[in-house]
Structures are given as C-alpha cells and as structure tokens.
T-cell receptor, first 118, second 111 residues
Framework: GAVVSQHPSRVICKSGTSVKIECRSL??????MFWYRQFPKKSLMLMAT?????????EQGVEKDKFLINHASLTLSTLTVTSAHPEDSSFYICSARPPASGTTYEQYFGPGTRLTVT | DAKTTQPPSMDCAEGRAANLPCNHSTISGNEYVYWYRQIHSQGPQYIIH???NNETNEMASLIITEDRKSSTLILPHATLRDTAVYYCIVRPRSGNTPLVFGKGTRLSVIA
C-alpha cells in the first residue's frame, strides 16, 4: 500500500512554545490530507481536512488559530501547534488519500507523532 | 458520528480464527464498509473494504450480510501480532469524506 511518513515521531516541548509536525506522502500525490488527534485509550478524532493550495477545513471545536495547517505541495502537509499547553499533549496522526484511480479510495495513515508538552 | 456498533473487546487464541462483528443498521446504498486496525502507538492500517459481496485479501475476509446491516471481519489464523484495536467504518466510496472512527474492538490474541 501507499506510504505516509510523519516527522518527528515524538517531541517534547515546553508550555508556550510552538511545534511543527510534518506529514509526507512518499509514493503518491495527495490533494487531500487529514489530521487526527488521539488521547490515551480513546479513538481517533478528526481535527481538520487539508486541501493542497487552499485553506484547511476544521472540525467543530478545533481552534484554527491554534492548530495551523499548511498543505503547500501535493506531498507535504504540516500541522503547527502554537502556544502549546499540557492539554495539547496527544498522539497526532495524519492521513492521505491517493487520487481517485477507479479502484480504491482508501486513506493511508502515517505512524503518528506523540507530542508531550511540559 | 460513527454509524457502527462493535463489541468493546474480544479475546482469541493464537492460531484460531478471529471473528469480529460489526453492526451498521443505518448503512445507505452508496456506503462501503471499511475495516482498519491500530496496533498500539501506531497509525491505523487498512485491512479490507466491501460493498455487498464477500471480500478476501491476504490479511482477512469480510462477510457482509445480505441486508448489509452487519458484517464480520475474519482473521483466519490469528497471531500475537494481530493484537490491536479493530475499527469498522462505513463511508461513501467516492468523494473526500474522511474516515470517522468509532470506539472499535480491542482484540487480544492469547498464546
């Protein structure tokens, strides 16, 4: 299947600082990428949908000024957590969908980034 | 909101078939049934999907009832590495609708 990478895999930052997480589709171009967040022992919660070249669409309750998403190319989307607080500590997972090929519409997921804010 | 209902947990003996049920009684005609799994601290992994016919691939089999209101994911010979949370998701095949995850079933494969 298609490969999606994330960097970094884990990061620790101090409260009040900003952290950038990168998501790359390695072997396909993705016009749409998705960002999810997962708290311990909970399911994945969709944060936003990122479309290449346009503004991201955020889910209800997700602060767009706090979670900045940039999808500058067909293979790269970034999530920046601004002014991070301990409650932002979570597992962040990106997902990408290959262009419609007529055979599959599966979403492929990155390995996740564990953010710890101290 | 997730449109599926799954048991919160299941156990399976290693080497045995694992049968994971999913109810999706409100599924509409253009929605597919997708199965993903998430091994601890990793991103979800695609397993299989189907519309109304039974499907099989190298990982699993998917059995969908004739009325499409429920389905069963079958791992024919479970191994310890199959221990994970399994998510059953219904969504339209086309368009950019993202996958919405419910609570899933935590499958524990026991030696």
């Amino acid at each position: 299947g298609a490969v999606v990478s994330q960097h970094p895999s884990r990061v620790i930052c101090k409260s009040g600082t900003s952290v950038k997480i990168e998501c790359r589709s390695l072997d396909f171009q993705a016009t749409t990428m998705f960002w999810y967040r997962q708290f311990p022992k909970k399911s994945l919660m969709l944060m936003a949908t990122s479309n290449e070249g346009s503004k991201a669409t955020y889910e209800q309750g997700v602060e767009k000024d706090k979670f900045l998403i940039n999808h500058a190319s067909l293979t790269l989307s970034t999530l920046t957590v601004t002014s991070a607080h301990p409650e932002d500590s979570s597992f962040y997972i990106c997902s990408a969908r290959p262009p419609a090929s007529g055979t599959t519409y599966e979403q492929y997921f990155g390995p996740g980034t564990r953010l710890t804010v101290t | 909101d997730a449109k599926t209902t799954q048991p919160p947990s299941m156990d399976c003996a290693e080497g045995r078939a694992a049968n994971l049920p999913c109810n999706h009684s409100t599924i509409s005609g253009n929605e597919y049934v997708y199965w993903y799994r998430q091994i601890h601290s990793q991103g979800p992994q695609y397993i299989i999907h189907g519309l109304k016919n039974n499907e099989t691939n190298e990982m699993a089999s998917l059995i969908i009832t004739e009325d499409r209101k429920s389905s069963t994911l079958i791992l024919p010979h479970a191994t310890l590495r199959d221990t994970a949370v399994y998510y059953c998701i219904v969504r339209p095949r086309s368009g950019n609708t993202p996958l919405v995850f419910g609570k899933g079933t935590r499958l524990s494969v026991i030696a």
